[in-house]
């Protein structure tokens, strides 16, 4: 969470700045006639912050879609990951809830069209961290169409028939 503070001065005017400078305003005699504490970025108990979203790890092991409707009900979509950094960071949450690196899905599918990869809250697919030889739609009984991390030895994304069961990872944007 992000605490930000509204310093107003004598002569009218609003600053708005993180709390450490606000401390050192104060050490300093600023002028400022008064402190109002705004929150402005948070997740929830039990979700935590990374960037500008809120990222909860499920250690339940739902269908892709169970997951999915999971996530909804909280406002917020299976995870979408868009750089290397990131994906870093849900392998962690994961390796925290579980204690190792457990298969988890995430938020990728191409359920509308074969190859053509989106996330389900709707970002740019911008970013991938697919295995060796991924995605492969193997097996040929039908289409692999959803996506877990955490896949082999590489640890890396694989595509997978939705109906297996797995753990998952839900995001959303932090709240105002």
Known sequence: MKILYVYVSWAGKAEVLPAEKTERLEAGG???????????????SGWESHGSRCFRFFNYPHTWAEAEKYCLHFGANLVSIHSSYENRFVKELIRRGTGRHTRT??????SHQNRLWFWTD??????????????NNLYGW?????VEINY??????????????????????MSR
């Open 122 to 135: 709707g970002s740019r697919f911008d970013y991938s961290a697919w295995n060796h030889g991924e995605p």
């Open 152 to 173: 082999g030895a590489e640890k890396g994304w694989n595509d997978l028939r939705c109906w297996y069961e797995h753990p998952f990872v839900c995001s959303k944007r």
């Open 30 to 44: 600023s002028r400022s006639t008064h402190r109002v504490k705004r929150d402005v970025e948070r997740c929830y």
């Open 142 to 146: 039908g289409r692999e169409q959803c």
């Open 105 to 110: 899905w995430i938020g990728a599918t191409d």
